[in-house]
């Protein structure tokens, strides 16, 4: 019989040394497992995570946990957050993962957003616990997500300040944060990020007519849109009630912005399924970018607010005006 944990050979990964007892309960565990090894590849995955995910136990055998699962601004904010609790610089890297468990803090438990295959969010606590070989030495690690009372959802177990319970997106302290990491960068690279609001026209007035509840649909469905829409790198954040923001980092020049800005206003502007209801929606959408219109979060915010208010009619896109440039001083400096 084999007895190796999902196809995973143990003459090729010795670092899985798992005996048959701890991998049946690994196995029945109600919540996500992933088995990775030191260079953050996974290695193995319990029936509830392949459940969860929507892929088979071997799809994601030997692929990146970062760009497969987990999206690069989330390990790159995970390791400055690190950082700064440890004293030290954290990479974003693998590493990551490990850095409490090699200096012998306890586990690192922490609030992750893993991805769906269809690109949807599925935000999880996950604990990081050490594997070790038969000297001790570590081999590879254990995520583990972090469940709540029998019966709940664990994701209504996340703290309100890092996701949007109602849609698992990321909340507003989060964009601040990859707000703040994209524009350095984006001033070193001199690339493009790009800030867009987005805003459910008559959303109250559906709320009003239809109830709450399918009010919550929509929002839920609108978050959903926005994740298979956009790239992995991107950001997308519900501000209220029926208003998302959306950061577009690493771009070239503003007109890629214009492009997605255009292609989301026309997918968020098509028809939502509610049960047996099929309501119509539109959306009307903003953009603002660095550098043109600030270097910060704020006045980026300001700027595509401003065009948003300018947009009259439901459904249209609008562009924040270009600054006018400053006036030239005097040849004389008078």
Not at 45 to 61: F, I
Not at 194 to 221: K, Q
Not at 251 to 257: D, F, N
Request: one cysteine or more.
């Amino acid at each position: 019989m084999d007895r190796t944990p999902h196809s995973i050979d143990p003459q090729s990964h010795t670092w899985l040394e798992l005996g048959e007892v701890q991998r049946l309960l690994l196995d029945a565990y109600p919540g996500i497992v992933l088995g990775l090894d030191l260079g953050g590849r996974i290695r193995s995955l319990n029936p509830a995570a392949s459940q969860r995910l929507g892929v088979g136990r071997e799809a994601l055998d030997g692929q990146p946990l970062v760009g497969s699962l987990i999206a690069r601004e989330e390990l790159e904010l995970r390791a400055m957050q690190l950082s700064e609790a440890l004293g030290e610089r954290v990479p974003a890297d693998a590493g990551a993962f490990s850095a409490r468990l090699i200096r012998g803090l306890p586990a690192d438990e922490h609030d992750w957003v893993l991805r769906h295959r269809d690109g949807s969010p599925l935000p999880t606590r996950l604990s990081f616990g050490a594997l070790r070989d038969h000297q001790g030495q570590l081999s590879g690690l254990l995520a583990v997500e972090a469940l709540g009372a029998p019966g709940e959802d664990a994701a209504t177990h996340l703290p309100l300040h890092h996701h949007d319970r109602l849609t698992g997106l990321p909340s507003r302290a989060v964009l601040a944060d990859r707000a703040e990491m994209a524009i350095q960068r984006a001033a070193r690279q001199r690339s493009v990020v790009a800030l867009m609001l987005l805003e459910l026209d008559g959303f109250d007035t559906l709320c009003e007519e239809h109830g709450h509840s399918v009010g919550d649909d929509v929002l839920r469905a609108t978050a959903g849109r926005l994740h298979f829409e956009l790239r992995k790198t991107d950001t997308a954040v519900r501000l209220d009630r029926g208003q998302f923001a959306v950061l577009l980092i690493d771009l070239h020049q503003p007109e890629e912005a214009q492009l997605v800005a255009a292609k989301l206003q026309k997918v968020l502007s098509l028809p939502i399924n509610v049960g047996v209801a099929r309501l119509p929606v539109t959306a009307r959408v903003s953009v603002a970018w660095f550098p043109a219109h600030g270097d910060q979060l704020l006045p980026l915010l300001e700027a595509a607010g401003g065009a948003l208010a300018s947009v009259t009619d439901a459904g249209g896109v609008a562009f924040a005006p270009l600054p006018a440039p400053a006036p030239e001083a005097p040849a004389d400096g008078t």
